[in-house]
């Protein structure tokens, strides 16, 4: 297992929902578990990416490509 922390940022490695798609840069928000992270996506303009009134994600370690 990798050392992922807190404000670690990553390429997504798969697609978590249509808006937030493989090989977008996301930050680790929290780490909850060895294998659970709460993340989320920020707009060119500081606003997060939201979808279906969700603007964090919770994924596990599958989703985290490389840590950037």
């Known amino acids: ?9 990553f390429i997504l490695a798969k697609d978590i929902n249509p808006k937030i798609m493989k090989g977008m840069t996301g930050i680790i928000l929290e780490v ?18 939201e979808y279906e009134g969700h603007a964090t994600f919770t994924v596990d370690e599958s989703f985290i490509g490389e840590i950037t």
Do not use: L
């Open 1 to 9: 297992m990798r050392n992922i922390k807190q404000y670690d940022t």
């Open 32 to 49: 909850w578990a060895r294998n659970s992270f709460e993340v989320e996506f920020v707009k060119e303009d500081g606003s997060n990416y």
